[in-house]
């Protein structure tokens, strides 16, 4: 178990957290897809922002689109400093 505990789940962290990073930004491509799996009550934010950019022209769009840009950097970056690929490269 202590082996699992420090050894494998930090080498499993960094996939995982990237694995994450990049479920979030590909579920933007898949607008399509997704209004059409899409409920009455539920509508995912890549719905809702195309929706608003489609029929209205309100700095709302812009607004939340300009805050998942920086958390997506801000997550690439805090992800950077955590794992560190610079010893992958010297190889």
């Known amino acids: 178990m202590r ?3 420090f050894v494998v ?10 694995a994450g990073i990049m479920n979030v ?5 898949e607008v399509t ?7 009455a009550r539920l509508t995912t934010l890549p719905v809702r922002i195309y929706a608003e950019a489609s029929f209205s022209l309100e700095p709302t769009v812009d607004a939340v689109a ?3 840009i920086l958390a997506t950097v801000l997550c ?3 992800l950077g400093r955590l794992v560190r690929l610079d010893p992958l490269h010297a190889r």
């Open 3 to 5: 082996r699992c505990v």
């Open 9 to 18: 789940l930090p080498a499993l962290v960094p996939g995982l957290a990237a």
């Open 25 to 29: 930004l590909l579920s933007f491509g």
């Open 33 to 39: 897809v997704t209004s059409v799996l899409r409920t």
């Open 66 to 68: 300009t805050m998942v």
């Open 76 to 78: 690439l970056v805090v």
